[in-house]
């Protein structure tokens, strides 16, 4: 595996540390509020899954990041802290985003991410 795909991989663990640990509020050590944090969280977790995993292909590395959203929201129902619908879909702005992103890149170089 490539330093990039092993940087991928610890920064998606870090993440899920950071959203699942008590750390609630810590966002704003970072100058961000709750709504913004997650579109960039899950940009990064969106991008990371597709470093880490490009095969998987656009559709299920975007369904995959938005059930590992709705699995933190679960998560984070079940231990005290807030779970919240609008965090989904702030989720789902930042894996839109990162696709997005992806998509224009599959298109202006076929082939950066993995050989086909």
């Known amino acids: 595996m490539s330093c990039l795909r092993w940087g991928a991989v610890l920064a998606l663990l870090g993440l899920f540390v950071a959203m699942l640990g008590p750390f609630q509020g810590a966002e704003r050590a970072v100058g961000l509020t709750d709504k913004p944090a997650h579109v960039v969280g899950f940009f990064v977790v969106t991008a990371c899954l597709t470093l880490i995993a490009p095969r998987l292909g656009l559709a299920r590395t975007a369904l995959l990041a938005v059930t590992l959203g709705a699995?933190?929201?679960?998560?984070?129902?079940?231990?005290?802290?807030?779970?919240?619908?609008?965090?989904?879909?702030?989720?789902?702005?930042?894996?839109?985003?990162?696709?997005?992103?992806?998509?224009?890149?599959?298109?202006?170089?076929?082939?950066?991410?993995?050989?086909?």
């Not at 005290?80 to 839109?96: C, E, H, I, K, W």
């Open 71 to 116: 699995g933190v929201e679960v998560v984070q129902g079940l231990t005290g802290r807030s779970a919240n619908p609008f965090d989904l879909l702030a989720d789902g702005v930042g894996v839109a985003a990162a696709s997005l992103l992806r998509l224009g890149l599959d298109r202006a170089a076929p082939g950066v991410l993995y050989r086909r």
